[in-house]
């Protein structure tokens, strides 16, 4: 007759353990949401807590813990503003990990004065500047995108195959665009090209003329726009349009977006560039289920935001620890295995088989595989402008 009661009484126990075991995980997100990519971050933001959800409806991460995405904005180019951003993620929120920043420059100011002094990760899903790869770290960043050296090794393979040996070339003037301009310009004349000019150019301005009219005097067949698709980048186009200076243009991924296109219309028919992204199993889950969440998967960086998410829980799960300076040094073996393979929608899957000591490979949305210092290796989408969309050539 006593059994009964003591049965209730250890199960109650149990569930009390659980309990306390179980803790409010938190997550930020800090993105662009205003600035130059304004347009395109909330599609990113999306796609991260579609994975955060996904962690959170499985009940499996940490003993049952749930995890909560706060959000902060990094503006893409203030430093100062992404720095008080995040700060107040890590002291006011108490953010266990930060999915971001994005844009490169504001990257390297959250990463050496909050993400380094206060022991957070920071898993960025779109800061590409080379210099990044170098950076001092403590361990600490990681990115599911590939650094522009890579792409700009691709955008010269892509201009010289379509027949042009010679570019005008402008870029934004920050981290990012150096960074991608010196890449391009170096791979683009060693493999035989001519760039007729390299400029800079500012964002916020109202009036592009100048600096179209000096890329016009230099010449070129066509004009590669290194800039950001809701500023200076679009300046540029429309001036060169306007003015009858440039009719042909290369986008790299700081250009691409619907943005661009329904401000400007049918003269970007024709129009070609790269963005990551890849032909993969993983990719088409990750597709079905944006888009079954109201999220346009194909935005830029959506992939990559999911997977910076997913990585830092999966991680967190690997390591059995929510604390970054714990599970810094599991990214890299979920990231790359050996293991079995997880794709989008079966984080539940991977947080099982780790809590029961099995190791995954986790392949993501995007392919994911990470070489050193821990940034993806890189697969870039090529897409031409038809009709208003963006048409995919193929994947390199």
Do not use: W
């Not at 570019?167 to 981290?175: F, I, M, P, S």
């Not at 989008?344 to 986790?362: F, H, M, S, V």
């Amino acid at each position: 007759m006593k059994i009964l009661p003591k049965l209730l009484l250890a199960t109650a126990s149990l569930a009390m353990a659980g309990s306390a075991l179980a803790e409010d995980v938190k997550i930020g997100i800090l993105l662009g949401f205003t600035g130059p990519l304004e347009s395109i971050t909330p599609a990113m933001a999306k796609s991260a807590e579609m994975a955060i959800k996904e962690v959170n409806d499985s009940r499996q991460l940490l003993s049952g813990s749930s995890v909560t995405a706060v959000r902060g904005d990094s503006t893409c180019t203030d430093a100062a503003a992404a720095t008080a951003a995040g700060q107040r993620l890590v002291t006011s929120d108490k953010v266990n990990a930060i999915m971001g920043a994005d844009c490169s420059g504001v990257t390297g100011a959250v990463l050496q004065s909050v993400a380094r002094p206060n022991g957070i990760v920071m898993i960025s899903p779109s800061a590409t500047s080379p210099g990044l790869s170098t950076a001092q770290s403590d361990g600490l960043f990681f990115r599911t995108s590939p650094s522009d050296a890579r792409q700009g090794q691709i955008m010269s393979d892509v201009i010289l195959k379509r027949g042009f040996k010679s570019v005008a070339l402008t870029y934004t003037n920050n981290d990012y665009g150096k960074g991608l301009a010196s890449a391009f310009k170096a791979a683009y004349e060693k493999a035989g090209g001519k760039v007729t000019l390299s400029a800079a150019h500012e964002d916020g301005k109202g009036d592009y003329s100048a600096e179209v009219g000096a890329l016009a005097s230099a010449g070129g067949d066509l004009l590669v726009v290194a800039g950001y698709v809701d500023q200076g980048g679009r300046g540029i186009i429309r001036s060169a349009l306007d003015t009858g200076a440039f009719s042909k243009f290369y986008l790299p991924d700081g250009m691409y977006g619907d943005s661009l296109i329904k401000v400007i219309g049918k003269p970007l028919d024709g129009t070609f560039g790269d963005v990551p992204g890849i032909e993969s199993e993983g990719n088409k889950k990750f597709l079905a289920m944006a888009k079954a969440a109201g999220i346009d998967g194909t935005s830029s960086y959506t992939g990559e935001s999911y997977d910076a998410a997913a990585l830092i829980m999966l991680s967190m799960q690997a390591a059995k620890s929510s604390k970054s300076t714990m599970f810094k040094s599991k990214v890299m073996s979920i990231a790359n295995g050996p293991g079995e393979k997880i794709y989008p929608g079966e984080l539940a899957k991977g947080l099982k088989l780790l809590a029961e000591g099995k190791a995954i490979d986790y392949d993501g949305a995007t392919g994911v595989q990470m070489i050193p210092p821990g940034e993806a290796a890189g697969s870039y989408r090529v897409y031409t402008i038809k009709g208003g969309k963006q048409v995919t050539d193929g994947y390199q």
